[in-house]
């Protein structure tokens, strides 16, 4: 069998994309999550495990952080373990905000809920590690940053369906 490096380096002799190893990655996380939510939610083992396509990251997570792709990941299956609809992640909502504070300016509730959605995504542990703690915030900007929050949240779910 020829290993996913193998094949990169073959790509890449040829002029094309270096993102080969990165898919094989997050199909091993894929797989790592539909594993882990069968044993959450066994009344929907066949949902989940037929899911493997839903968790096609968007082409602006693919070079994510792991932990980021593992709780987009987590997020859907567990809206298919529950039965809901798809609605926009927290992991998917980072991105957005992050993506978008690269091309200019936000305002300080789209950072703060830029912040929200990376705690949600990362957990309180991992978040410190990443991103420091929420107490730069005051109770008002976390208020703003989560109305705003649930608000891209829903504007993502909308063009979703």
């Given at each position: 069998?020829?290993?996913?490096?193998?094949?990169?380096?073959?790509?890449?002799?040829?002029?094309?994309?270096?993102?080969?190893?990165?898919?094989?990655?997050?199909?091993?996380?894929?797989?790592?999550?539909?594993?882990?939510?069968?044993?959450?939610?066994?009344?929907?083992?066949?949902?989940?495990?037929?899911?493997?396509?839903?968790?096609?990251?968007?082409?602006?997570?693919?070079?994510?952080?792991?932990?980021?792709?593992?709780?987009?990941?987590r997020e859907i299956l567990d809206q298919i373990g529950k039965g809901h609809k798809r609605s926009a992640t927290n992991a998917e909502v980072a991105v957005c905000l992050y993506n978008?504070?690269?091309?200019?300016?936000?305002?300080?509730?789209?950072?703060?809920?830029?912040?929200?959605?990376?705690?949600?995504?990362?957990?309180?542990?991992?978040?410190?590690?990443?991103?420091?703690?929420?107490?730069?915030?005051?109770?008002?900007?976390?208020?703003?940053?989560?109305?705003?929050?649930?608000?891209?949240?829903?504007?993502?779910?909308?063009?979703?369906?």
């Amino acid at each position: 069998m020829i290993s996913p490096q193998t094949i990169e380096q073959g790509i890449k002799s040829i002029g094309g994309p270096p993102s080969i190893t990165r898919a094989f990655e997050l199909m091993g996380v894929a797989e790592e999550e539909i594993k882990a939510a069968k044993k959450r939610h066994p009344a929907r083992t066949n949902e989940i495990q037929d899911s493997f396509l839903a968790l096609m990251p968007p082409p602006s997570m693919c070079l994510m952080r792991d932990d980021l792709y593992r709780s987009f990941a987590r997020e859907i299956l567990d809206q298919i373990g529950k039965g809901h609809k798809r609605s926009a992640t927290n992991a998917e909502v980072a991105v957005c905000l992050y993506n978008t504070c690269l091309k200019s300016p936000i305002a300080r509730d789209f950072a703060v809920a830029y912040w929200l959605a990376m705690k949600a995504a990362l957990g309180e542990k991992k978040m410190a590690e990443v991103l420091g703690t929420d107490d730069i915030y005051t109770d008002e900007d976390l208020r703003a940053g989560r109305e705003r929050l649930n608000e891209i949240k829903h504007d993502i779910s909308r063009r979703l369906k």
